[in-house]
């Protein structure tokens, strides 16, 4: 990093963007510049220790039924005709940002990097990336970031060559209780969603551009914004 005369930090290497960061792009471009071209990120939010232990879970139950073949309780709604991607070598590297295929943009200097939960098989032989999601409901519409990021991971496939499905497919894990055994009750819900993986394409060009450019002003609607404009001038504090 360098210090331009515009008091704002210039990026001289390439950018390393990923589903997260894209997102903080949309909500703010400034707290989306500060983070991967300052290295200073927002404050964050803890998470629960029990949600990793959760997803851990549910992959390797996903896997075992794919080393058996077979079709997972998860997988048996009509209304999305999928099956577990057989590959287990890909899915396992899918799984990984460092392994997973990325997208390079040599002519804006960035790169594209993301891990993904799954894949299936549509019945074509396309590949489908599929998401696990826990919510304490079912929504009504999947969330804008969902969508989002299964365009994002299909664009990665898509550009290692891989025939990929126009949808992506979530998995909704919703909590349903705790049995007589004391043994907790989990319902699934399948939502096959289409994917625009030119518009997050381009979300991702103007992304690198933004980095590789000075430092945005301040959003009005950012809350993180506004605080810091709230506390700008105060230096000390005193409890």
């Not at 939502?191 to 000075?214: D, I, K, N, S």
Request: aromatic share 10%; net charge negative; proline share 7%.
């Amino acid at each position: 990093m360098a210090l331009s005369s515009s008091n704002a930090y210039v990026s001289i290497q390439m950018v390393e963007l990923s589903a997260t960061t894209l997102e903080q792009f949309v909500e703010c471009s400034r707290c989306f510049w500060l983070n991967v071209v300052a290295g200073i990120d927002r404050p964050r939010r803890g998470f629960p220790s029990a949600m990793g232990s959760f997803d851990r879970a549910i992959k390797a139950h996903a896997d075992a039924y794919r080393d058996w073949g077979r079709t997972p309780p998860m997988l048996r709604d009509a209304s999305v005709e999928v099956s577990l991607y057989p590959d287990s070598v890909l899915v396992d590297a899918c799984r990984s940002w460092q392994t997973a295929p990325q997208y390079v943009d040599e002519e804006r200097d960035a790169t594209l990097v993301g891990a993904m939960d799954d894949l299936l098989e549509a019945p074509n032989g396309d590949l489908v990336v599929f998401d696990y999601k826990t919510r304490a409901s079912l929504p009504s519409v999947p969330h804008g970031h969902y969508r989002r990021q299964l365009a994002i991971y299909t664009l990665l496939l898509r550009e290692a060559d891989y025939n990929t499905a126009d949808y992506g497919v979530l998995c909704y894990l919703i909590p349903a209780g705790v049995d007589a055994a004391g043994s907790l009750r989990v319902e699934t819900a399948l939502r096959r969603v289409p994917v625009a993986v030119e518009a997050v394409r381009g979300l991702f060009e103007r992304a690198a551009t933004v980095a590789h450019g000075p430092i945005p002003p301040p959003d009005p609607d950012c809350a993180f914004c506004d605080w810091a404009r709230q506390n700008a001038d105060r230096e000390t504090f005193d409890p």
